[in-house]
């Protein structure tokens, strides 16, 4: 049985929200951010960096960071692309999520992560910003004309929809980005979807 760990509205929602779709038998753990929990002896043999999310696998290994976790489970749940140009485009966009969204959205409320000099962080933090900002739209403008981001629902989808959540959090003018907010509506009729949100205590 798989086993994912995760924190609440964090980056794992997705993982998470995929699992819930695939309908297998699994068990999830949360991992309290706010008490140290990623930083103590025993969860980081399962993920060494500290973070979420992490996925125990069937014989127990771990599998850590989600450009190697969503392919996995997308392949597992037929939730990954089959045709080789769109799984290489769809592991493209998880890469673009994981290297380029996050980190903007990093500078916004981890500015330590960047500089020891406090006195910058005002400086990191608007960049960031404006930063994820821009990332947001341009999501809004792939979403333009098309119901999901790839040919059909895939893990990709919810892994945007953490985005959404972040910007709503940041109290970023999303509801303006029609394409990503039409997205966001179709998520939300989705029960594997109602049922984690729920779970996480996340609002979008």
């Known amino acids: 049985m798989l086993t994912l760990?995760?924190?609440p509205g964090a980056c794992s929602m997705a993982a998470h929200i995929v699992l819930e779709e695939g309908g297998e038998k699994?068990?999830?753990?949360?991992?309290?951010l706010a008490k140290g929990e990623q930083k103590t002896e025993a969860y980081l043999r399962i993920h060494p960096q500290g973070r979420v999310?992490?996925?125990?696998?069937?014989?127990?290994?771990?599998?850590?960071?989600?450009?190697?976790?969503?392919p996995f489970l997308g392949k597992r749940y037929g939730l990954w692309p089959n045709d080789a140009t769109a799984a290489a485009r769809a592991l493209s966009l998880v890469g673009f999520f994981a290297a380029s969204v996050h980190p903007a959205h990093a500078h916004i409320g981890r500015p330590e992560r960047y500089t020891t000099e406090t006195a910058c962080f005002p400086k990191i933090q608007e960049?960031?910003?404006?930063?994820?900002?821009?990332?947001?739209k341009h999501i809004d403008q792939r979403l333009a004309g098309r119901e999901w981001l790839s040919d059909k629902y895939s893990v990709l989808d919810p892994y945007a929809l953490v985005f959404y959540a972040w910007g709503l959090r940041r109290e970023l003018p999303v509801a303006e980005l029609r394409n990503y907010t039409a997205l966001k509506d179709r998520l939300l009729e989705r029960p594997a979807v109602q049922r984690v949100l729920a779970e996480e205590g996340v609002k979008v």
């Open 26 to 32: 699994y068990a999830a753990r949360c991992v309290d």
């Open 53 to 70: 999310p992490a996925l125990l696998l069937d014989d127990g290994e771990p599998l850590t960071e989600n450009t190697a976790i969503l």
């Open 127 to 136: 960049m960031g910003r404006k930063t994820f900002h821009d990332c947001l």
């Open 5 to 7: 760990f995760y924190a």
